[in-house]
């Protein structure tokens, strides 16, 4: 009787090892690959389904790296506190030291501008901020309060903050409204800097001022003095203009009706309804 062949039962497909790095790796099962498919493709549904959402997690995210970086004080930037900046105040052969939005600044090689009795001497040893847009000198006015400064105003303290770090020496930062302990900006600097970025130039004022009050022909001879005068039957006028933050100033501008107001003056000596004045 011949025997028939052993049929042995087939074994199940083992995967190749994986070489990594010189170790033998196991792959990962096909099996066990499923469920994280699945559960990136739910992910992606949910994304697609909720958009709003997804644009949120992303602000969110954005948010957080941008305050790890605030976090993160430069190396070699000294905290002073009010006291330690008063000390700098030039006094027994001190280095003079001011503060404006929170920076403080070497500025002992301008003593002749800021020393003792100095035009700006009252700036040294404190954060006088609210007095570099008001000028007001006085202890009252030199101080780091910015509540109810105007945009454009906002606009100027950034603008002389860039100045003091392009002409002066940079020295450190102060704590309080601007920055905290560990010299992390505050909120409320946050909050000047963006408002200060929506500000409009002093350019741009004056040409929207100028668009809304178009400014009279002027003439002047030695022999006539000076005239101004509107074309097209407008009426001259003597505007009293000032722009946030700068000084009052006035000009010769044209208006179409006939009328006055402490803004818009009749010049003297000239009826309200001319068309060109002496001045």
Not at 125 to 141: E, N, S, Y
Not at 222 to 232: F, L, M, R
Request: glycine share 10%; proline share 8%.
């Amino acid at each position: 009787m011949e025997s028939k062949p052993t049929q042995r039962k087939a074994e199940p497909h083992q995967p190749t090892p994986v070489e990594k790095d010189g170790d033998t790796q196991p792959p990962v099962p096909e099996g066990a690959r499923a469920p994280r498919q699945q559960l990136h493709r739910k992910i992606a549904a949910w994304f697609r389904k909720h958009p709003g959402m997804a644009l949120a997690i992303l602000v969110f995210a954005t948010y957080v790296l941008i305050l790890r970086n605030y976090s993160k004080l430069p190396s070699g930037v000294v905290m002073f506190n009010k006291d330690t900046l008063a000390a700098y105040n030039g006094k027994k052969n001190s280095p003079l030291y001011l503060a404006i939005l929170g920076e403080v600044f070497d500025v002992t090689k301008g003593r002749r501008l800021y020393g003792e009795e100095k035009g700006y001497g009252g700036f040294v040893g404190r954060d006088g901020t609210r007095a570099f847009v008001t000028g007001d000198f006085t202890p009252r006015g030199l101080i780091d309060d910015v509540e109810g400064l105007s945009p454009e105003q906002l606009k100027s303290l950034i603008e002389w903050r860039a100045f003091y770090h392009k002409q002066y020496t940079f020295k450190g930062r102060l704590v309080g409204p601007f920055y905290d302990g560990a010299g992390r900006p505050t909120r409320l600097l946050r909050r000047v800097e963006e408002d200060a970025a929506k500000a409009k130039s002093e350019e741009e004022l004056q040409r929207e001022a100028e668009a809304k009050w178009p400014s009279c022909n002027v003439r002047w001879t030695e022999s006539e003095g000076g005239t101004v005068w509107c074309d097209g039957g407008a009426y001259p006028r003597k505007v009293f203009l000032q722009l946030p933050g700068g000084k009052p100033t006035t000009k010769c501008a044209c208006f179409a009706e006939l009328g006055w107001s402490d803004i818009r003056q009749v010049y003297p000596d000239c009826a309200p309804d001319a068309t060109s004045c002496k001045v």
